[in-house]
């Protein structure tokens, strides 16, 4: 299941984010999974509180997942 390597890197880069603007809660997070891509949506879900207990700043973040057109997977908003 690479879904969980996948999230923990995007939850790494959002906490990073959010530290170094002195931004000490992140709301939510977006990603956009291309319908063509290998990943499997309900895994991330599943997933995300796995992802986010070791990142404080990410602590009551919720998950919003988008599917669009191809192959892509990408941080689309980080909500503060």
Do not use: C
């Not at 299941?1 to 603007?21: D, R």
């Amino acid at each position: 299941m690479h879904e969980l390597g996948v999230l923990l890197q995007a939850v790494k880069t959002a906490s990073s984010a959010a530290q170094k603007n002195n931004i000490t809660r992140v709301k939510h997070m977006t990603l956009e999974v291309g319908e063509d891509s290998t990943f499997v949506p309900v895994f991330f879900e599943k997933l995300w509180p796995v992802a986010i207990e070791n990142f404080p700043v990410m602590h009551g973040a919720k998950l919003k997942i988008e599917t669009a057109p191809g192959e892509k997977l990408l941080i689309k908003d980080i909500g503060y």
